[in-house]
């Protein structure tokens, strides 16, 4: 079974702009998490899509967005982007429900912002 | 909220020598709890997880970690390290009664020394 894909693998964008980054769970995961990693800072929660619902979300600007597809593929959109918002930005999926608890997580996309 | 703390950001520790990465969470509610390893460039693979029953629970690569509730702890170990278990590790909960969100500690970083 495919893992978790994420597209595109590196990203360089300038100020102001803004950028859409994809993920593509597992087969038959319906549950998409997205996360920012930062050194020093860990992984924060960005948002959580369950059935094209964002049904948790962190403590972020609204110039982070997400949405879900009908197929359970993500986008995560960073309009207007600063310096800041460079990181490594994960994708993760799971089954919701009994019996599955883990997330499983793609390689990132290492976005960064000059 | 979920507040998860690895108070080690660096462990060094030569080769064949036992290891002990430190994570504690801060709520007594029912949790699960998860230990992930990022290495270089990647995107984050599940080690182990404690959902119930036994405290000591075995992962891959020769990981163990024994849950403390009494102490809200989650120690990861290994008895003896390899060169190849030189990443980071992130210590993670998932409260069981709020849904799919995850929080992660900062994460430690391993380096194994030959």
């Known amino acids: 079974k495919a893992g978790v894909t994420q597209t595109p693998r590196y990203l360089i964008k300038t100020r102001g702009q803004q950028v859409t980054l994809s993920c593509s769970p597992i087969s038959g995961h319906r549950s998409v998490s997205w996360y920012q990693q930062t050194p020093g800072q860990g992984l924060q929660f960005l948002f959580e899509?369950?059935?094209?619902?964002?049904?948790n979300k962190g403590n972020f600007p609204g110039r982070f967005s997400g949405r879900q597809f009908s197929n359970s593929r993500s986008e995560m959109n960073v309009s207007t982007l600063e310096l800041g918002d460079s990181a490594l930005y994960l994708c993760a999926s799971s089954l919701p429900g009994q019996g599955s608890y883990e997330q499983y997580f793609g390689p990132g996309t290492r976005l960064t912002v000059t | 909220a979920q507040s998860v703390t690895q108070l080690d950001s660096q462990v060094p520790v030569f080769e064949e020598a036992p290891v002990e990465l430190r994570c504690n969470y801060s709520s007594s509610v029912s949790v699960y709890l998860f230990w992930y390893v990022q290495y270089p460039n990647q995107g984050l693979q599940l080690l182990l997880k404690y959902l119930s029953g036994s405290t000591l629970v075995k992962g891959i690569n020769g990981f163990e970690a024994e849950f403390n509730k009494s102490q809200t702890s989650f120690h990861l170990r290994k008895p003896s390290v390899h060169i190849s278990d030189t990443a980071e590790y992130f210590c993670a909960v998932r409260e069981s009664n709020t849904g799919n969100q995850f929080y992660f500690g900062t994460g430690t970083s391993l380096t194994v020394i030959p």
């Open positions: 899509y369950f059935s094209e619902t964002q049904r």
